[in-house]
């Protein structure tokens, strides 16, 4: 909840939990560390 | 159906009503504040009789349950029960509006927080700020922080005129003072998952199994503060990317993930612009509109110790302006004896 005082606003920031963001790039990582391995074993 | 103009006139005249007895005389001010990325969202302030503080109730959410068929008198009574929840703010608000014109107050407590440039070209034009990239660092004042997150107020131009500092001074306090209030925090992926696969409950065999820490330089490592909230300005604190790039071993790419925290891999592994894609793809599925922070890959060169943006998308980026060769580790100014005068 943010506060108004005087017409100063104090924003309040929760905690975040990027759990998701954070896992979507470890995924997103690993499937091009794959292809890329599997590029270099098509290419050998 | 109410439009939103029609709605907020609706709610600043019938709330009164829906609030319980002994807030007869509060008083009720509509506002409009402009939230990370230009959003602007409207409230409505609900100030009791003889107090000074107010919580601010946003009233977007509720007009979008409105238009989602819920009858107006249910949205005024879960308005005036959520006002009045929130009555009471924690201690450090109660003289706030005082203790923010005392520059003395502000200069222990003013911090930097990094937002995109691209999507803040309103907020930026009323806010002092420097530009990193395309990437800007604007300053708040940490009123507050707590298990459940951080208060802060905004400074805006206007603020600088009143105090008679200048950016320049308030930029190197603010670089001291994160440091300080916020600590950085950088964790290996590996860790990461262990603590989000934890609290899930996880057993301790799983997590073994899952979690297996990788070689340094094919870790994935997440930059923020401990508080984790804006920690993505983690990546300008002195030393933060010299010593991770010494552990990895490599130049870093740094990936913005959102203003919360960043994503450091090592050069050796990946390429910017496959890297660039990622970012692109992640915002747009799994980070809120108001905290994404850029969709750009940046290069920490671990010798210059400078970042600079990475991938090719940036040639249609009309931000990258002459201030971006910084050294980012040497984020303090160089306003040494130019320290804040007389302050009101």
């Given amino acids: ?41 098509k290419n050998a | 159906m109410l439009n939103f103009d029609e709605f907020k006139e609706y709610v600043q005249l019938n709330l009164a009503d ?67 929840a929130h009555m009471n ?11 923010f014109q005392d520059f003395d107050f502000v200069k222990e407590r003013v911090i930097m927080v990094a937002v995109g440039r691209e999507r803040n070209e309103e907020l930026l034009s009323d806010v002092p700020h420097q530009n990193r990239e395309d990437l800007a660092l604007i300053y708040k004042v940490l009123v507050n922080s707590d298990k459940e997150g951080i208060g802060s107020i905004t400074i805006h131009n206007n603020h600088l005129n009143f105090w008679d500092v200048s950016v320049e001074e308030l930029h190197e306090l603010a670089v001291e003072n994160t440091e300080r209030l916020l600590p950085a925090r950088v964790q290996s992926m590996s860790e990461v998952m262990r603590e989000i696969f934890a609290k899930d409950g996880m057993d301790e065999d799983m997590l073994e199994m899952l979690c297996e820490e990788r070689a340094a330089d094919e870790q994935m490592y997440v930059i923020s503060n401990e508080c ?46 496959g890297l660039a894609e990622m970012v692109v793809d992640v915002n747009a599925t799994q980070v809120a509109p108001e905290e994404r922070l850029s969709d750009h890959v940046y290069h920490f060169d671990a010798a210059a110790k400078t970042i600079k943006l990475a991938d090719t998308t940036v040639e249609a980026l009309g931000l990258v302006a002459a201030d971006s060769s910084h050294n980012y580790e040497a984020t303090k100014t160089n306003t040494e004896g130019n320290r804040p005068r007389h302050h009101r």
């Fill in chain 2, 228 to 273: 984790k909230v804006n920690g993505a300005a983690a990546i300008f604190y002195e030393e933060v990317l010299s010593n991770l790039a010494d552990r990895v071993g490599s130049d870093l790419f740094i990936l913005p993930s959102s203003i919360h925290e960043c994503i450091a891999v090592s050069t050796n592994t990946f390429t910017a612009e």
């Fill in chain 1, 1 to 41: 909840m943010d506060y108004v005082s005087n017409n100063v606003t104090v924003v309040k920031e929760e905690r975040q939990d990027k759990g998701a963001a954070v896992l979507a790039y470890d995924m997103a990582m690993a499937a091009q560390k794959n292809k890329k391995g599997k590029e270099v074993k």
């Fill in chain 2, 18 to 84: 829906a609030l319980p007895p002994g807030y007869e005389n509060a008083k009720l001010t509509i506002n409009e504040v402009v939230k990370n990325n230009d959003r602007h969202l409207t409230a409505i302030t609900v100030l009791p009789e003889g107090q000074n503080v107010a919580p601010n109730i946003y009233l977007d959410g509720f007009y979008m349950e409105y238009q989602s068929g819920t009858d107006l008198d249910t949205i005024m009574d879960e308005m005036a029960d959520m006002a009045v």
């Fill in chain 2, 89 to 99: 703010p924690v201690p450090e608000f109660e003289n706030i509006a005082k203790d």
